[in-house]
């Protein structure tokens, strides 16, 4: 690389984006420099590529010209597991930088470091290669998956490993890129083609006897006994790191194309993940190197029943995450890897229709797989009892506690576990006093918009809390209102779903119905105004909805709504033909043959009817005074009280309405229904109501008869 003489001089100044990359490079190549220096001179130069892809076009040189293959060298050297944190960092944002800027360009670049460095076969080599394809691997996959696949690259890695004399630092950084390697499915085969052997080697076999095995055929070494065994022996970082390496790998079927080797045996695999599961599992209180890999073995291995069910059942491991998560740093690796632990332990099978199961059978036919066997362990039955132990190790606290730092990723881990916990309806209360209320609704606003599923997973375990418990012991610290948009957000169909899934909607019209009943203190005004605000056209469009169930909740949730007068006459008085139009709805709802939702309909109308404009809208109705006659009728005691009470506030109005309430009444045989009513009721209240209402429309016909 030509480099300016003065590159160092403090007295010459570069004058062009040219002259300070090379000033930087020279910089970076002269070594013994603070580490502080070297990674502000690497964020320099960082922000001289991000800038480049810009100015460039603008016809201004682009800086990657200058920039050679001792230069990308230079780069990936400070990838190397021996170079200080700080610096690893910000040389990661650089390659980062220079890949972008580069383009072409710089995948050859790349391409010929690799190949320049494991050709010298040095240990020193090796290391800076395989570190600087671990950091590469999440920025570039594709181009680092070509070069793993590079003829003789993965063959070579064997007799590398099985040296005589190992490199704690070698084996560690070869098995960090092949753990990068194993970030997509791409490299899976190839790997276990060329690597699965000498990883099981390192992994199952017993260091000591492979060392004794050692000294005793190998007579000619000339080294003292005493401090040799380590250097003969695989290092215990290097043993986890191949295990989940091997884990990442075996966990999931292996697909194999032509000619890659023979598929594994699955009870051979079963039996090697059981035993690795538990290594991990006691590795969880080891040094914290150890347990890193512990957490992420666990994480794929738990894609499994057979080690969800072993690892739940565990108290002892169990316990032993809820630490590590509540101990792990604020979006960190770990943490994620401990969430998806508890994530796959609790995941409930995702519902499907009967269309959906046959056509997955008619897909598994097609692909000659028969019909396929779902795995007893991952059943509902499994699952609930799997989260109930989960729920018992303390997990609840520990995310209510990280959902304020939590990463995006490691948030959706969070609302899934809280999602499933919440499916047992006796443990919401527990759920709601430990904070999962506040964490959802958080997590509701915080995860950006287009995530529309772990939203509505977030959205739907919240209404499922809500639903059973009082608002008034769940708002303390957050008002309730906050609550409502995550709620209102599923009533419409879910965008990303093939199939409209209306469990969502009636457990989200369930819990505003609950927070609109006024239980969190004084008459929930706020509340209600705040439903209709937000939620009124979403709620009306469920009155017509074909599921009874659904129908029957938007009226519950109207019945409530309307127990605020701003909001009655908001909704039904303001003499609009869509109030008219909604006053029909409700009136025809209390004529419906489900008990729950004419009682529903006939609370709403209780209260709507005490206002004259809407009373007036009732009893002008062609049916309005046989339904609501029905009521009092009706075998239901409540019912019956009921439709009392609205014929007790349409007889009772004065001037016009009342007269006219009467007359129909009257039209409508209701002296006979109300003593009919009266003669069935044994509730106090129910016969003080009908006596009362009975009294007011027989002086009424006393007095017309008179006049």
Known sequence: MATPAS???????????????????????????????????????????????????????????????????????????????????????????????????????VTEFFHTRMKRATYDDYIIAFCAATALFPIAYDLMADLIHTEGFLPSLAPLMRR???????????????????????????????????????????????????????????????????????????????????????????????????????????GKIEILSR??????????????????GLAFATTRPVIREQVARDKETLQRLVKTLESAPAKS???????????????????????????????????AAGKPQPD???????VAERCKLVFEAGVASALSRRGSTASAASLFQIVSILSSLSVTQSRRGQLAQQGAVRVLVNAWNTLPCNEEAPRR??????????ISVNPQLVFKHIPEQAAISPLVSLLTQDPTAETRDLLPTFEALMALTNLASGSSGGDGSATRKA?????????????????????????????????????????????SAKASTRIKIILAMADAEDEQTRSAAGGALASVSA?????????????????????????????????????????????????????????????????????????PEVVQAVVHALEVLLEGRNMSEAM
């Open 7 to 109: 590159g160092s001089s403090k007295a010459t100044q570069p004058t062009s984006r040219q002259d300070k990359t090379l000033l930087l490079f020279a910089r970076l190549m002269e070594g013994g420099k603070e580490d502080e220096e070297t990674a502000a001179d690497l964020a320099e130069l960082t922000k001289l590529l991000n800038e480049d892809r810009k100015l460039s076009k603008e016809d201004d040189k682009s800086i990657i010209s200058v920039i050679d293959i001792d230069c990308v060298d230079t780069i990936f050297g400070f990838l190397d597991m021996r170079q200080p944190d700080v610096v690893r960092a910000q040389a990661t944002l650089c390659t980062t930088a220079y890949l972008n800027a580069a383009g072409e360009e710089g995948r050859r670049k």
């Open 164 to 270: 005589k004399w190992k490199s704690k630092k070698v084996e560690t950084a070869c098995l960090e890129m092949l753990q990068a390697a194993c970030l997509q499915t791409k490299c899976h085969a190839a790997i276990y083609k060329y690597c699965i052997d000498w990883m099981e080697e390192i992994i199952f076999e017993d260091p000591e006897d492979r060392v004794e095995t050692m000294w005793q055929t190998e007579t000619d070494l000339k080294i003292e006994e005493e401090g040799a065994g380590p250097l003969r022996r695989h290092c215990e970082e290097a043993r986890s790191l191949a295990a989940v390496v091997w884990m990442k790998i075996m966990a999931a079927p292996v697909q194999l194309a032509e000619n890659q080797g023979t598929e594994p045996q699955t009870d051979s695999v079963t």
């Open 279 to 296: 290594r991990f599992a006691k590795m969880l209180s080891a040094s914290s190197e150890l347990v890193q890999c512990a957490v992420e």
């Open 531 to 575: 439903i209709v605000s937000t939620a009124w056209d979403a709620i009306e469009e469920q009155l017509f909805s074909s599921n009874d169930r659904v129908c029957t909740a938007a009226v519950e949730l109207v019945c409530n709504l309307v127990q605020d007068p701003e909001q009655t006459l908001r909704i039904f008085g303001d003499g």
């Open 376 to 382: 007893p362990l991952a059943d509902d039955a499994h």
């Open 457 to 466: 997973v977030a959205a739907q375990a919240l209404a499922r809390i809500l």
């Open 611 to 683: 206002f004259d404009g809407i009373a007036r809208e009732l009893v002008m109705q062609p049916r309005g005074a046989e339904i609501i006659l029905g009521l009092c009728r009706d075998d239901s005691e409540g019912l019956r009280h009921r439709g009392a009470v609205v014929v007790d506030n349409l007889i009772s109005h004065g001037g016009e309405v009342g007269k006219l309430a009467k007359e129909k009444l009257f039209a409508s045989d209701g002296v006979r229904a109300l003593t009919e009513c009266a003669k069935k009721s044994r509730t």
């Open 333 to 367: 690796a770990l943490e994620y890897g401990v969430l998806s632990i508890f994530a796959h332990l609790t995941r409930y099978q995702p519902t499907e229709t009967e269309e959906q199961k046959r056509l997955r059978e008619l897909k598994a036919y097609a692909n």
